[in-house]
């Protein structure tokens, strides 16, 4: 009698990662942009050090008028527009991969910080944003 060999607690296993991939990705942070239809999210690395949490934004060709930042919370929104140059507006295209129009990203940040220590700028197509994390102070309590 052969013997079949089965993985079908593999397959099973990878498909539940995948699946619960899936909904941390589109359920634990809101992203209004997939229910109002924006046309491109920006992709994005977060990283942190001692003192700060750093957030870089793939923003080639927006310019620094059509970009808005809001911390709301323990969020923060990236959101704008990304127009295409005059040039291009009625060619005929044989392939078109870069995405115009508005965008939007909003980004947990998973510790505090100060909100007034938020520096921003935008430099050769990359948002670069830097966020200093609150340090809990040391406080006394008095037993009584």
Excluded: C
Excluded at 52 to 62: E, H, K, R
């Amino acid at each position: 009698m052969p013997v079949i060999k089965l993985t079908i607690s593999k397959d099973l296993r990878e498909l539940s990662r995948d699946f619960h991939r899936l909904l941390d990705e589109s359920f634990t942070i809101p992203r209004p942009s997939l229910m109002s239809g924006t046309a491109w999210m920006p992709a994005m690395d977060i990283y942190e050090d001692g003192q700060f949490l750093y957030i870089v934004a793939d923003l080639a060709g927006v310019d620094v008028e059509n970009l808005e930042l809001a911390m709301e919370g323990r969020f923060l929104r990236v959101s704008g527009q990304r127009q295409p140059p005059a040039a291009i507006a009625r060619k005929r295209f044989f392939q078109m991969e870069v995405e115009y129009g508005p965008f939007e990203r909003v980004v947990r940040i998973p510790f505090p910080i100060m909100p007034d220590k938020v520096e921003a700028r935008l430099e050769n197509g990359l948002l670069l944003v830097r966020l200093r994390k609150e340090r809990p102070g040391k406080v006394s309590i008095q037993v009584k």
